[in-house]
């Protein structure tokens, strides 16, 4: 099921929570969250929070592991 956006500027009580949880835990600005939650099959945090925790049990900082999201936001949380 891929998530739906609602551009936050048009209504911004009624974010996807994709959009939601990709400013709040990963820092992206509204507009990046929003190009990027199209790409993204998530309704709760359990599937990302999991990709987050395995990188920084390998050692990444948040910066990188951020950094890596946002150029590839689709391979991290993307479900198969």
């Given at each position: 099921?891929n998530?739906?956006?609602?551009?936050?500027?048009?209504?911004?009580?009624?974010?996807?929570?994709?959009?939601?949880?990709?400013?709040?835990?990963?820092?992206?600005?509204?507009?990046?969250?929003?190009?990027?939650?199209?790409?993204?099959?998530?309704?709760?945090?359990?599937?990302?929070?999991?990709?987050?925790?395995?990188?920084?049990?390998?050692?990444?900082?948040?910066?990188?592991?951020?950094?890596?999201i946002?150029?590839?936001?689709t391979?991290?949380?993307?479900?198969?």
């Amino acid at each position: 099921m891929n998530a739906r956006c609602v551009s936050s500027e048009a209504n911004p009580s009624q974010q996807s929570y994709p959009v939601s949880y990709l400013i709040d835990k990963c820092g992206f600005s509204p507009g990046s969250a929003l190009s990027a939650s199209k790409r993204l099959t998530f309704e709760s945090p359990d599937q990302p929070d999991a990709v987050i925790h395995m990188f920084k049990r390998y050692g990444f900082p948040d910066a990188d592991i951020f950094r890596l999201i946002k150029e590839t936001p689709t391979s991290p949380f993307v479900q198969s």
